[in-house]
């Protein structure tokens, strides 16, 4: 076959510990991504529990959904903690009320996300209000949430609310995107602010973990002005909370095969951000301190390709090119995982890169969602070296990362090309591999194929056993995981 590829599988050179939280997801307050997304209602005829769509959760179960990151997003800096805490709750102007014309009910506050967090079995990453509100604010949210059972007045609030314990939320952001919505600040500008928050924040709750605002894209200035003028300071920074979109290349559900690769370049450009930041980072001698937090992530295609046709801000459809972004961006997370902290996918429902389609009483999953499912096994374990022979060809390339867990071996491949078949063989070094694997395998022979309401598992992953001392075909387009 033209595509041969061989797969090293490097067992003595390990690269760390895969963070399970690099398994994150991203909930916030805009279009269809909470009300008819994960927040159906406790009176509504569908399935929930505590009004979350128990489709979701049970789902979100069974992928291992480590954490997930709430209110914003852009929203986060326009939030007001206790607008959403008990009986009577106001409606407010969203951040994207402007976009979209909703308002904001606060039906989903601090109480009720935390059910959900709490149903799926995730931890909960807050993002604080850096722009609008003073750090004593914020530390009274964290006083509210996370004081001891009947201590500070607060507390007593919050049991009187219904929940006596303090919620679990070790991680919290200090602020979002305040290079843009968030306040439009330059690094000094905002690493003084950040100084400012997270001294007050750090002194009252010091397990917490404080992730700064780091840079969007490829915009290396932020990340050297924000290191330069907080490595000298009490450095409570946990991470270094950065975004980065891959766009889009063509039509959502109608792209041609350069813009499959195209689009798979972009994604693939996450690995430049990650080491150019993280060289920077080190530069500066904050790598203990700002290790990536890669908190939006994710195909931004034009909106309007989702089952609301653009009633949901930017719900878009998502195919198999999408998956392969997945794996991809998974893939390199693995491979840089000493590196990376945290990653949440943006978003988690009706909106950029997601994992459900949600309406009414329909939900369905996209192929995305069993890239999640299948490379889950990652989540915790040690990743090990990896290499591929004739790789260097973007368009004909695959993407692999592999790691070891209670003895157990995890190998994701994706095949990037839109014309070849790949023709696969391992050799292990350190190691002896077994004859028979179990492997997992998403392929559709339409490389635009996607799910739909009316057709929601045409996109859906098949097992197998293979025989992985022997070359094995991995189908153009088609992402497979080994476990062996
Ligand atoms: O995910 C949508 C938006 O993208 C988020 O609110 C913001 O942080 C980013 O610009």
Not at 217 to 229: A, I, P
Not at 442 to 467: G, Q, R, S, W
Request: proline share 5%.
């Amino acid at each position: 076959m033209k595509n041969a590829k061989k797969i090293y599988l490097i067992y003595p050179q390990k690269k760390g510990t895969i963070a399970p939280e690099i398994y994150g997801h991203f909930t916030e307050h805009i279009g269809g991504v909470m009300y008819d997304g994960i927040w159906v209602g406790k009176n509504s005829p569908i399935p929930n529990i505590k009004g979350f769509r128990k489709d979701i959760i049970e789902k979100l179960r069974a992928i291992k959904a480590p954490v997930i990151r709430w209110p914003g997003g852009c929203y986060a800096e326009v939030y007001d903690w206790r607008d959403g805490i008990g009986e009577d709750r106001p409606t407010r102007i969203n951040w994207w009320t402007r976009d979209d014309g909703r308002y904001e009910p606060n039906e989903v506050g601090t109480h009720e996300f935390m059910d959900f967090c709490e149903a799926v079995g995730a931890e909960a990453y807050f993002a604080a209000n850096l722009t609008g509100v003073t750090p004593l604010h914020v530390r009274n949210w964290m006083d509210y949430c996370l004081s001891p059972r009947g201590t500070t007045t607060l507390a007593k609030e919050r049991e009187a609310n219904g929940h006596a314990e303090p919620f679990n939320i070790p991680y919290w952001g200090v602020g979002n995107e305040n290079w843009g919505g968030g306040g439009n600040m330059t690094p000094e500008y905002y690493a003084m602010e950040f100084r400012r928050f997270s001294t007050i924040m750090e002194y009252a709750f010091p397990k917490t973990e404080l992730y700064a605002c780091g840079s969007n894209s490829d915009n290396y200035d932020w990340t050297d002005g924000l290191m330069r003028m907080t490595k000298n300071s009490e450095r409570h920074m946990n991470g270094f909370a950065m975004h980065y979109y891959c766009g889009s290349s063509g039509d959502v559900t109608a792209f041609t095969g350069e813009e499959w690769t195209e689009q798979l370049k972009k994604a693939a450009y996450m690995e430049n951000i990650v080491l150019r930041n993280w060289h920077i980072i080190c530069g500066h001698a904050m790598e203990n301190h700002a290790k990536l937090v890669i908190d939006e992530w994710g195909c931004w295609h034009p909106e309007g390709s989702g089952p609301s046709k653009g009633k949901n801000l930017f719900e878009q459809q998502s195919t198999m090119r999408d998956a392969m972004v997945s794996a991809l961006t998974l893939n390199i997370f693995n491979n840089h995982c000493d590196k990376i902290r945290m990653a949440n996918a943006a978003q988690l429902v009706n909106n950029l890169h997601t994992l459900f389609l949600a309406h009414g009483e329909h939900c369905i999953t996209t192929p995305t969602y069993h890239v999640f499912d299948m490379y889950k096994e990652h989540q915790g374990a040690e990743a090990i070296e990896t290499a591929v022979t004739a790789n260097s060809d973007f368009a004909s390339s695959i993407t692999v990362s592999a790691s070891v867990k209670d003895g157990k071996t995890l190998l994701t491949v994706g095949n990037l090309s839109c014309t070849e078949d790949a023709e696969i063989s391992l050799e292990s070094l350190g190691t002896t591999l077994p004859q028979r694997a179990n492997a997992t395998l998403l392929y559709n022979e339409d490389m635009h194929a996607h799910n739909t309401f009316e057709n929601p598992d045409n996109v859906a992953p098949k097992n197998m056993e293979i025989d992985i001392s022997k070359p094995f075909v991995l189908p153009k387009t088609a992402i497979i995981s080994v476990s062996f």
